[in-house]
């Protein structure tokens, strides 16, 4: 009995099978990859939650508590909750202030921002925190001793044993920081890290009534304590007081919500690369077939049944796809281990790298499923190949072409493959509106991509060049069949979302750094207070561009959103899934419309002594919130409620100072509030406007709009670096179905050359012939790689920064110069050997048949 | 063995039907050769292709050895082919991945019969091929390969052997070899030959002949 085992009694070429190795071993790389920097990632959070967390339960609050009688200053009320809620033998409690603060060296007026840790000398009840050199965090922080990161004596221009100074109050600089268990990712962190002591926080005089401060007590357990049993027990309780409780499962929720969404977007962004791998197995595995039809057919009329045939073909499937999908999943396996000396920001040298041998095997099985899935239609037809085919091929009939649907039958089973993939991934992330958001782009992309190659090729068959190469590559073009639009079009995805990347960056370089000055605001300035008003509009007068709206103004409070029945409409079990319900907002009053907003639905209240709340359009659509809806907020430990009367359209893309929700101030005067700034510098001006506010108001928190954008810029380079390397992917696996193509019609191909030459066409005029109709392929896929790019990303950029994408001619004809080379390139090295070989030799090779 | 009984085949061609062989009758007993005679698109192959179960035809009975082939579905076709019919072509068709043992031996591999190595070896030691059981078709001379193919053909003790021309594509010296190998190979094992030929030699050693003309039987001669 023949099994899988046995000799194959099929021709495996060594195009076919080469190819299909090659796409396999992509496709497996890239997704094993994919989901082992995912595993890496999270499971690096899971295993060190703890350590995330600085403890095996954390406390925080943003407004003071009632604190015990007699204890004074934050974090005294959340620290006495702590301790009267969760007192018990060997539980330890160590109380922490994390707060952002205006930095400054003491002979210097140029300052910085700097995000503070104020920490209890027992801190951290978990994990260990490193310096640079062998002093403990306890030597460094006696004294006047202050710990910072490395950035910031590199931006100050200090270093060890030298003074800085943190609103009224001055340090010296002991140590610096190496590791912090608590802040081991640099994501969304708008300045250097400071570690100081508690006790020397009241010195500084940088926190005053409404300052935005985040108290914090950890709270290490007895052995055998469960995190998640103690925090339930007082859940209720804490919620009442409006203090959030986070087990180490709930660490760090911002980072954990970004790295599952930008697992999300590589995941869904390598699909690509799997469909266009997939269209490049499954046309290799049809060529070879095809190849194969007269040996099939023999073995049918030799009495093999379909059974038999499927076992056959399966047996050389395995040999095809088998080791590569080892490899590629080993491979794969390897990547994240890269990942730290790649992009550092996302993938911190502190995520240990352990390789999955379970992901490994799931990635084997998914190669050799994949490749049997792409089998399947080419396998359906052999099913169908009659041996009479024999008597045909005796009489010299040519053997039936493969049908024309075929290809659009193998696009439509890899996609619904894909969007099953796709599915899958965002039940898993929790993100499925993101989800679908990718995947429909994707989707559409690859839509667009197969009309317009259609159109391309209409266009190409219309064309009428003079007699010549031009003329002889457009007929030699279309006689190779229903395969070229399938080529085209995944040449074009691919190329498409690799300009898209490109234009994107351009857009994000042009648009948001370089117009800074003119469009949006230099500063942001948190916890200015009631008295600090007018010396600070003095202040902006003097350093303030000459116009209206060069100063803006917003008295800001921060609370919670609450449920119906006044529980924090928060998932506690995961507070980062839902991420509307679980943030804490910054909330304001106004008599006005601010100017930038513009009403969707309702009217402005004009009385305002009413409870009325304007919410943001987007946002009310998410919250399914409706006019006349009321909604409820926890603000310092009161319950405020309000009507919606109006919702608005803000624009976010300009920077300024924008409101989810805005208050009638009947709803918000009453209660203490600080004040939030945006102003608009005097180009030149802004280190002489921070030096001044550091003078006189130094508790006042200024943000400079540029270290924003910087900051989103570096992530956004980071990401793109992954993304990149995705594209590069996508358009290595569209060049592998260039090759299969460019394979699979060599006979053709050698055939009319052999043809050429002998009705007297010089090696040269062939090879004009033969890179015409290369250089038609790279063109169209170029053109259509470049529709594709600017196509999404008008999408993006209008989607995302609700802005006209930015036309740049030069960026569109290089990236069209570089697609179409690569692509001419490729398909040119493909077919060289073909030009290579005498009418003789063609012939000899049996290939003129 | 074989009985046709008012065999009618047809194809489409230009969206019109094309008949290629019309009520076709006639029977032939087990053990006997027959030769099959007519010009080129008379339809030789096609009833050759019928009688292997490869096509189907549009009317008529097909009974081979008591099995009526039009009631089969191509599974069952495909096992009635691998226990009782061999096949013989003018072009060989061996498998160019496989060695010529393995070539002569798929037939009792396909059927679940074993490796088929030492019945391989003896047919090909008979066919004097024993020292190239190892080389693949490539290797192999055009009168070697037929003469590989007939060992497949016969590998399996069929009850029919249907050759397409075996020798066309083989000069005279070689094509006696052959013939006489058919020849003396089915009446050895008593297995009913149906030859499609143009060779006036190979067809008078033949116990019968038809002749094929536009797809209807022209005559029967003994």
Known sequence: MITAGARVPLTLTQSNSRYVAATILLCVTILVAVLASAQMLQGGMAANARNLLGADLRLQATWPLPAEEGGAGLPSGLLHFAQQQLSAANRHFSPSLEFNAMARPLASEHSLLVEVKAVAANYPLRGQVQLQDDLSLAQALAGDGIVVE??????????????????????????????????????????????????????????????RVTQVVGVRLAAGEEASSVANSVRALAQQQGVRLLTPEQSQPSVRRFIRRFILFLAIT?????????????????????????????????????????????GALWRMSGWPALLGSLLGNAVPALLPYVVPEIFPAETLYHPSWGLALGGFCFGVLFSLSCVLLPLRQSHHLSPVLLWRLSAGSVAPAKPPRQTLLAVTWLALLMVLLAVTLAVWSGESRAALFFVAGLLVALA?????????????????????????????????????????????????????????????????????????????????????????????????????????????????????????????????????????????????????NRLLQGSWWSDPTVLEASVEGEMAKEMGWQLGDQIRFMVHGVEVSARISNLRVVRWSDFSLNFFVIFSPAVLQQLSHSWLASLVSIEGREESLL?????????????????????????????????????????????????????????????????????????????????????????????????????????????IFNDLAIFAPFSLLLAGLCGGSVIFAAAWWSSRRHLALSPMQAFAAGLYQ | MIHLDKVSYSVAHLGQPLT?????????????????????????????????????????????????????????????????????????????????????????????????????????????????????????????????????????????????????????HTSKQIIDLLFSWAAEWGITLFLVTHDPQLASRAVRSLALMDGRLASTSV
């Not at chain 1, 140590?175 to 912090?180: I, K, M, P, S, Y």
């Open chain 2, 20 to 172: 290629l062989l019309q009520e076709i009758s006639f029977h032939i007993p087990p053990g006997e050769a027959v030769s099959l005679l007519g010009p080129s698109g008379s339809g030789k192959s096609t009833l050759l292709a019928l009688l292997a179960g490869v096509e189907r035809p549009d009317r008529g009975s097909i009974r081979i050895d008591g099995v009526e082939l039009t009631a089969l579905g191509d599974d069952d076709l495909a096992r009635f082919r691998r226990q009782r019919v061999g096949v013989v072509f003018q072009d060989f068709h061996l498998l160019p991945t496989l060695s010529a043992w393995e070539n002569v031996a798929l037939p009792l591999q396909l059927a679940g019969k074993g490796e088929g190595y030492n019945e391989a070896m003896q047919l090909l030691e008979q066919v004097g091929l024993r020292q190239r059981s190892q080389h693949r078709p490539a290797e192999l001379s055009g009168g070697e390969q037929q003469r590989v193919a007939i060992a497949r053909a016969f590998i399996h003790r069929p009850q029919l052997i249907l050759a397409d021309e075996p020798t066309g594509n083989l000069d005279q």
């Open chain 1, 448 to 596: 667009v991509a197969w009309v317009v190659a259609q159109a391309l090729l209409w266009l190409v068959r219309r064309w009428q060049p003079p007699p010549g190469a031009w003329r002889l590559a457009c007929q030699a073009l279309l006689r190779r069949g229903g395969g070229q639009a399938a080529l085209l079009m995944a040449l074009g995805s691919a190329l498409g979302m690799v300009n898209a990347l490109f234009f994107l960056e351009e857009n994000l370089n042009q648009q948001l750094l370089s117009r800074l000055p003119q469009r949006i605001p230099s500063f942001f300035f948190i916890d200015l207070q009631r008295d600090q008003l007018q010396p600070f509009r003095a202040l902006a007068k003097q350093y303030a561009v000459a116009d209206e709206e060069a100063l803006r103004l917003f008295p800001t409070v921060r609370g919670r959103l609450l449920q119906e029945h006044g529980q924090p409409s928060v998932d506690e079990a995961d507070p980062s899934r839902n991420w509307r319900q679980a943030r804490e907002y910054v909330l304001t009053f106004a008599e006005q419309l601010p100017s930038g």
């Open chain 1, 150 to 211: 490395a950035s910031l004596l590199h931006r100050l221009n200090l270093s060890i044993g030298q003074s800085l100074v943190l609103g009224e109050a001055q340090f010296t600089i002991r140590g610096v920081l190496a590791f912090e268990p608590d802040r081991i990712t640099r994501l969304f962190r708008l300045g250097p890290g400071v570690l100081m002591p508690l006790h020397r926080v009241a010195e500084t005089a940088l926190l005053q009534m409404g300052s």
């Open chain 1, 691 to 799: 030096a001044e506010l550091n003078r006189q108001l130094p508790n006042v928190t200024a943000v400079a709009t540029r270290q924003v954008l910087e900051t989103i810029h570096g992530l956004v380079q980071q990401v793109a670096v992954a993304a990149r390397t995705l594209g590069v992917a996508a358009v290595l696996a569209g060049l592998l179905l260039l090759g299969v193509q460019v394979s699979a019609a060599r006979r053709q191909r050698v055939r009319e050359m052999a043809l050429y030459r002998l009705l007297g066409a010089t090696r040269g005029e062939v090879a004009r012939i033969l890179a015409a109709e290369m250089a038609i392929v790279a063109l169209v896929a170029a053109l259509l790689g470049l529709l594709i790019g600017q196509l999404l990303t008008l999408l993006i950029v209008r989607g």
């Open chain 1, 270 to 314: 390598s699909l690509l690369t799997l469909l266009l791998g997939g269209l490049a197995i499954h046309s290799a595995l049809a060529s070879w077939l095809q190849e194969n039809r007269q040996n099939i057919a023999i073995l049918k009329l030799l009495g093999a049944d379909n059974s038999q045939l499927t076992r056959l073909i399966l």
